[in-house]
């Protein structure tokens, strides 16, 4: 069965393009997580969404930063316009309802801002 | 939101248990342990999770302390391809689903 599906693998773009990051969550799961890793911090939970509508974007660093999801199958992260210090492996995770449910991640984006 | 403290590293030679400590001194009662796990260059993988009893899947076993206080994850025969960082997470329950806030987990590294 397939997992999360993240696009791209990579990316490699200059500051102050926009990025867009893209999620394919499991069929049937209600709840929508993106999170980034970076040496410094780890991993951080930036926004959650559930059946379609955002959660909690307390993570978001700042209005940079932005996150959609228009329907169940289908979700994006935007920055725009990037900067060096957005350089991080950026993960989706999905879960099905409930809070006993676990989340299951894709395999990431590697962006590098230069 | 509760604190986990593992340690930084561990190894272990292929064939034994591995056996990695969470101390997670401030659970509340409602709390769930989760464990996950990160192979390089891939995301974060459900291992297993429990509340207060001893849990076993194909991968692993929880032992969770009486107090709830700290647990131990068990991979009864390690292989090669269990070399990642492991996470020890308690989750914080939000609305319909929970928030994973991840430490720096520890590094196990199974030797041949």
């Known amino acids: 069965d397939a997992g999360v599906i993240q696009s791209p693998r990579h990316e490699v773009t200059e500051m102050g393009q926009e990025v867009t990051l893209r999620c394919k969550p499991i069929s049937g799961h209600n709840s929508l997580f993106w999170y980034r890793q970076t040496m410094m911090r780890g991993l951080e939970l930036l926004i959650y969404?559930?059946?379609?509508?955002?959660?909690?974007d307390s993570g978001m660093p700042e209005d940079r930063f932005s996150a959609k999801m228009p329907n169940a199958s289908f979700s994006t992260l935007k920055i725009q316009p990037s900067e060096p210090r957005d350089s991080a492996v950026y993960f989706c995770?999905?879960?099905?309802?409930?809070?006993?449910?676990?989340?299951?991640f894709g395999d990431g984006t590697r962006l590098s801002i230069l | 939101d509760a604190k986990t403290t593992q340690p930084t590293s561990m190894d272990c030679a292929e064939g034994r248990a591995a056996n990695l400590p969470c101390n997670h001194s401030t659970i509340s009662g409602n709390e769930y342990v989760y464990w996950y796990r990160q192979i390089h260059s891939q995301g974060p993988q459900y291992i297993i999770h429990?509340?207060?009893n001893n849990e076993t899947n194909e991968m692993a076993s929880l032992i969770i302390t009486e107090d709830r206080k700290s647990s131990t994850l068990i991979l009864p025969h390690a292989t090669l391809r269990d070399t990642a960082v492991y996470y020890c997470?308690?989750?914080?329950?939000?609305?319909?689903?929970?928030?994973?806030?991840f430490g720096s987990g520890t590094r196990l590294l199974v030797r041949p």
């Open positions: 995770a999905s879960s099905p309802d409930g809070h006993n449910q676990p989340q299951h």
């Open positions: 969404f559930n059946n379609n509508v955002p959660i909690d």
């Open positions: 429990g509340l207060k």
């Open positions: 997470i308690v989750r914080v329950v939000m609305d319909s689903s929970y928030k994973l806030i």
